[in-house]
């Protein structure tokens, strides 16, 4: 099993990518066989992530944002066929009911990336808020049941029935000088 | 434990604002504190915080996280004080600094000179984590509040609206609101045209026979903030 993730520009840096490592090691109870840093920066935002698809092209397969906690032992998350989080459970309806932070597939999902390739420049340029929107207008997924909750309802509060969290447009949970609940799954700074 | 949190980056201001702002509470208050400061450079502070050039957040709304109990290592009694750098003590300010407060209550300069706003935001006193939803609702959607006064033509220019935002946050949560002896602070700038007109108005409202005179500073005022779009300090106009 392959675990993957996603690091490019000024976003994120190696604490980042170190600090997923941690919480997989500490937490997860996930077994895996490498972890995959995914460095190359060819379009400048989240689409970066498709590469994956290419590179990847066997065995199980499950990728995480960054910005993630995870503070439990994970549920098996790892799915035969091409599946994602639906986030419709825990917030209004956006352009897309889909969330790529935790992603998941067996074998060969090369066609993601070849259908991207066709057009990306256009792609890029019109899904502007994201890839997400892109999964849902073009490719079959499932999705994941209830497994992940934003941050932003369990600030104050570790969300008892789960074990792994998106910290959203929280990012700043990640920087020093924040003493959370959260904080205590996070490397030290 | 009283903190005194401020906020400095690169672009407008110096390293030394933040050392002058430290000396000066040093020698002009006989209050124990701990000074907290985001910035994006060593600076002279007892805490440092990372400032954040890839957040969301900007400029003077990294003021806000303060707000959040879990942010700068705060604990349930402790008393916060946010200040901007941009000020000059003039007098002692213990009065200002042991200034009581209590749970659900901003305490913030009254300020005489306008009546755009009723406070000025140089100054916020608050119990920890009491006025946690100020920074929770701004938390949610940085981006919109950051433009929100300025996109409504209520600031003009951008990103400015931070005082706007925390006296609506005040009101909307029904936090009490108490402003400090207005005599106390005052805008002064590098015009002296309009330092002028400062003195006359703090003269008339306060019954006193100036308020800055060359180097005298009168005895009421314990802050001069050099408050105003592309202002700064200028000691040159004050000592």
């Known amino acids: ?189 | 434990m009283l903190k005194i949190c401020t906020v400095y980056f690169d672009g407008f201001y110096t390293p030394d604002y933040v050392a002058r702002f430290y000396d000066s509470l040093k020698k002009y208050s006989t209050v124990d504190f701990q000074s907290v400061c985001i910035s994006d450079t060593d600076v002279k502070a007892d805490v440092v915080l990372p400032y954040n050039h890839n957040s969301k957040i900007v400029k003077h709304w990294h003021k806000l996280k303060f707000f959040s109990p879990q942010f700068a290592y705060q604990n349930p009694d402790d008393e916060i004080i946010i200040m901007d750098i941009d000020q000059v003590i003039v007098n002692n300010i213990d009065d200002l600094l042991n200034h009581p407060v209590e749970e659900n209550e901003l305490v913030t300069y009254g300020q005489w000179w306008s009546d755009a706003l009723k406070f000025n935001g140089g100054f916020y006193k608050f119990k920890s984590g009491s006025l946690r939803k100020i920074w929770d609702d701004f938390a949610l959607n940085p981006e919109f509040w950051q433009l929100n006064y300025y996109n409504k033509g209520i600031v003009h220019k951008k990103y400015y609206g931070e005082q706007n935002y925390v006296g609506n946050k005040v009101k909307e949560h029904n936090y009490k609101l108490t402003l400090t002896p207005h005599e106390w602070v005052t805008k002064y700038t590098d015009d002296y045209a309009e330092n002028l007109k400062l003195n006359k108005m703090y003269m008339d409202k306060f019954d006193t026979d100036y308020m800055i005179l060359d180097n005298e500073v009168n005895e009421k005022l314990k802050v001069v903030h050099f408050t105003g779009v592309g202002r700064k300090i200028n000691e040159n106009y004050l000592l």
């Not at chain 1, 074998?107 to 997400?132: A, L, N």
């Open chain 1, 1 to 189: 099993m392959r675990i993957i993730c996603c690091r490019f520009g000024n976003k994120f840096n190696q604490w980042h990518v170190d600090n997923l490592k941690h919480m997989i090691d500490e937490y997860s109870g996930l077994k895996y066989d490498s972890f995959e840093v995914i460095e190359d920066d060819l379009y400048g935002n989240w689409f970066n992530k498709f590469q994956m698809y290419d590179r990847f092209r066997d065995g199980e397969n499950l990728y995480f944002d960054l910005d993630m906690v995870i503070y439990d032992k994970l549920p098996n998350l790892i799915r035969k066929d091409f599946t994602l989080l639906d986030d419709t459970w825990w917030r209004a309806p956006a352009h897309t009911p889909l969330n790529s932070s935790i992603v998941s597939w067996t074998g060969d999902v090369s066609y993601i990336w070849d259908k991207f390739r066709e057009q990306d420049d256009f792609y890029v340029d019109t899904y502007t808020k994201g890839s997400d929107e892109w999964y849902y207008k073009f490719i079959d997924y499932k999705t994941y049941d209830k497994v992940c909750p934003s941050i932003k309802d369990y600030i104050y509060q570790q969300p008892p029935q789960f074990s792994v969290c998106t910290l959203g447009q929280m990012h700043h949970l990640q920087e020093k000088g924040w003493s959370g609940w959260y904080s205590n799954y996070f490397l030290t700074h």
